[in-house]
């Protein structure tokens, strides 16, 4: 649907052939003047759909009057996105950045200075899991730990010591003077849509407890509504040290934040971190957009309702399409359907069926739409679903018989 190609974009995106006009609530206009319903949502980012007229209206305000200042000087903004952030979480102590990657470098300087300003320079080394994806920066790579995403940048990072998801022996094993803390997150979305049960959270909880560590939550993708919660590790029972947050923050503009207690960011001291851009006015602008919107009366049940009748239209289909499709993985709204076709042929069906959808780990397709979706909306979808599997079920007949 592009008039030409973009040859002088870096070419590490494998781009479809599809651009955007704009967009409303859970729906995008391309370029053609076809709409398409938004199961994407940026991954995981466009929380509050496209163009919500409060965010729009809080950006509007903003960019009449600061763009940019230094972290030089104080940001009243910034001091109340901070607050609110801390008062609704268990933390004391907030760093906005600007990305996911950039608040895991963030979370893994603050365990590695947490050790070193109590006398402990050698804790540096933190725990990861199979399956994880913490960034695209080399220590969050490092701390991923996944070949495709390690290979041609030399030696990875040191200090990262990766086991099985929900393999606590594993956990004991690699444990020892070196280690710092543990790094997980509460659900797998680019490992596709994987949980750990809950109780080897709570015992990572008490593992920590006992041996001095950190424990540190990734919530970049699961954090901001997307599970159902504010935060997912609310579900689980299970507070940690150190939490980062991205994606949803800025309901499609630009912020990471690193969460931590006061005794978890003991060591991060003037001049110990920093960022040009991190907490910059619009950001910061648009994520308290997001907390009005998001700390209304009522507006986590609608998405845990949401969740359910999309789950339960999603469980009919794989009911009368086995052979495309065999489950349903997730968590509020950040919901997995595990293909029995290539999960890329699944992706192409659905787009072909004008619904945005994007893969994951173990052969999943990742369905993200908007906190905000109706039930129409999700009738609507689940529709383009039954649609695109009919489809490549007749594609199977078809080569069956050639």
Not at 138 to 151: H, N, P
Not at 258 to 272: D, E, F, V
Not at 330 to 358: C, F, H, M, N, W
Request: one cysteine or more; charged letters at 20%; hydrophobic letters at 45%.
């Amino acid at each position: 649907m592009t008039t030409s190609a973009a040859p002088h974009l870096l070419p590490v995106f494998a781009r479809i052939d599809l651009s955007f006009d704009r967009g409303e609530g859970c729906w995008l206009v391309a370029t053609n003047g076809e709409r398409y319903l938004d199961f994407t949502s940026g991954v995981a980012v466009n929380a509050l759909g496209h163009c919500h007229p409060h965010l729009v209206a809080a950006l509007q305000a903003q960019a009449t009057k600061l763009w940019h200042m230094s972290n030089l000087f104080q940001s009243p903004d910034g001091e109340r996105l901070a607050a609110r952030l801390c008062e609704l979480s268990f933390a004391d102590f907030v760093f906005f950045a600007n990305s996911g990657a950039e608040a895991m470098e963030c979370a893994i300087k603050v365990t590695r200075r947490h050790h070193a300003a109590k006398g402990h320079p050698e804790r540096y080394r933190i725990v990861t899991f199979e399956g994880a994806f913490h960034g695209r920066t080399l220590a969050t790579l490092a701390a991923t730990g996944s070949a495709k995403y390690l290979e041609g940048f030399g030696p990875p990072m040191d200090g990262f010591d990766q086991v099985p998801l929900g393999d606590l022996d594993a956990v004991k094993k690699v444990i020892g003077p070196q280690t710092a803390g543990i790094l997980i997150e509460p659900l797998q979305g680019e490992g596709g849509v994987r949980a750990a049960p809950q109780a080897f959270f709570k015992a990572l909880r008490q593992l920590c407890d006992e041996r001095g560590l950190l424990l540190v939550f990734d919530e970049v993708q699961t954090g901001i509504g997307r599970t159902g919660e504010l935060f997912a590790h609310r579900r689980l029972g299970v507070t940690p040290d150190v939490m980062s947050l991205a994606k949803a923050l800025g309901g499609g503009f630009p912020i990471g934040a690193c969460l931590a207690t006061a005794n978890a960011a003991a060591g991060m001291t003037p001049g110990s971190h920093g960022s040009t851009f991190g907490g910059n006015p619009l950001a910061v602008a648009a994520a308290n957009a997001v907390l009005d919107v998001m700390l209304k009366p009522g507006f986590f049940e609608h998405v845990q309702r949401m969740s359910l009748l999309l789950k339960q239209k999603l469980a009919s289909v794989i009911d009368r399409h086995p052979q495309v499709v065999s489950e349903v993985r997730g968590e509020g709204l950040l919901i997995g359907v595990k293909a029995v076709v290539p999960s890329t042929d699944l992706v192409t069906a659905l787009r072909e069926q004008k619904l945005l959808t994007v893969g994951a780990g173990e052969n999943v397709v990742r369905l993200l739409p908007p906190l905000i979706v109706n039930e129409a909306e999700i009738e609507e979808a689940v529709a383009r679903l039954e649609r695109a599997c009919v489809k490549l079920s007749a594609n199977q007949t078809k080569q069956a018989a050639s």
